[in-house]
């Protein structure tokens, strides 16, 4: 969990083991998924875990008793709330390499997310999103890391998400304060018994009330939105994301050495960063075929 964009005004399950192949029809129609043919031997497959929630107390800004050490080395944070609402955002994000974002440059896609939900003796939860990386080993600004990472089967990374407005978890504004520009990571004691720290939670709320550029269409207009998930050289701020691992596809389900997955259609039509779209790159280039779910 690295990259954290806020406030800003925006820039202009899933996996199918088909029986036959799918029959190509046109995109733009009202279905409401899409499938996303990969050839096998041009990708491989990583999931990962980007972050973990944290859940609040009712006053909706503090963090409640032993889960602060969820909070990433930035002092930036998630709400249970907030991973929950906005995940399906991360379904079309770029992968970069150390927050490149630049999407001439990207490693590949997302291609879906499930949430892991991790219950404590208290009864408290939080939330790990697990997403499914399609890293494409064909088509990439490194082949020798993209090649590590097939044999070594590891990755480190950082997400990087979009937000109309930070809370402090002190004091809970999000028209900025004291707290969120000089004391982040400093400990305080909360009023309900215990010490926590001072952290920026990710939230939805735009923070002059203009609304006027959410539109939920469109993922990259969502008051909160994942765009990217970037490799890295150094360790990542979130040091749950070492739990990585390659994805091997059992051959039954692969249809003519093909990898078949199905996507929400807003993963195709997301405006994307700098209105790039992920997925319409690489089926511009010939590596992905898009199906619609018949």
Known sequence: MGKIKAPTKRIRKNIVPPKSKPKVKNVKSSEETILVEFPADKWIFVQNSPLSSVPLQDDGHTIKEGYEKFVNDNYNSFSNEIVKKYKDTWNGAFIFKNHNDNPDETYGIVTSVKLRKIKSKSGDFRYVPEILMAICLSDSPDSRLVKKIEEDGTVKTSMGVMAVSLKCSLCGSIKGCNHITYSLGEKYSTPYGYDSVITALVNDEPEDGDESDINYDDYDRYPVYWYENSILDET?????VTNSFV?????????????????PKKAYTRSGIYGKNALQIYERKGLIKIHEKE
């Open 236 to 240: 990542p701020a979130y040091k749950g």
């Open 247 to 263: 994805y091997k596809f059992p051959k039954g389900s692969l249809v003519d050495n093909k990898v078949v997955i199905e996507m």
